[in-house]
């Protein structure tokens, strides 16, 4: 059974940082991408980050460039997403997402085909 667990989510002042981990079991394709998504309260998900598992390629959102990084560990079945300088408009719930049918990297919810069950970000002071 395919899964995503998503993990690493808190409270964090502005400014700071905070390493979310999306782990990944369940599907054995060579071919495939990982998007991370951030769903803000009364607003709609929108795609921020992918890595793709052809040559590690990735796509980042403009309004996360140079605060994001999404890295992979292959021996670990597990993606990261590293955010530094953290903003209260980054506040939501963080999910990730696994896309089967291509590797190339996606913005779009309806590009992926299974999903972890998110998990929260809260940036306040």
């Known amino acids: 059974q395919l899964q995503l667990v998503e993990s690493g989510g808190g409270l964090v002042q502005p400014g700071g940082s905070l390493r979310l981990a999306c782990a990944t079991s369940?599907?054995?394709?060579?071919?495939?991408?990982i998007g991370w998504f951030r769903q803000a309260a009364g607003k709609e998900r929108e795609g921020v980050v992918c890595?793709?598992?052809?040559?590690?390629?990735?796509y980042y959102d403009d309004s996360v460039k140079g605060r994001f990084t999404i890295s992979r560990d292959k021996a670990k079945n597990t993606v990261y997403l590293q955010i530094n300088s953290l903003k209260p408009e980054d506040t939501g719930t963080y999910s990730c997402?696994?896309?089967?049918?291509?590797?190339?990297?996606?913005?779009?919810?309806?590009?992926?085909?299974?999903w972890g069950q998110g998990t929260q970000v809260t940036v306040s002071s």
């Open positions: 369940g599907f054995t394709s060579d071919y495939y991408a």
């Open positions: 997402a696994v896309r089967l049918a291509s590797s190339v990297c996606s913005p779009f919810t309806w590009a992926y085909d299974y």
């Open positions: 890595i793709s598992s052809t040559y590690g390629s990735t």
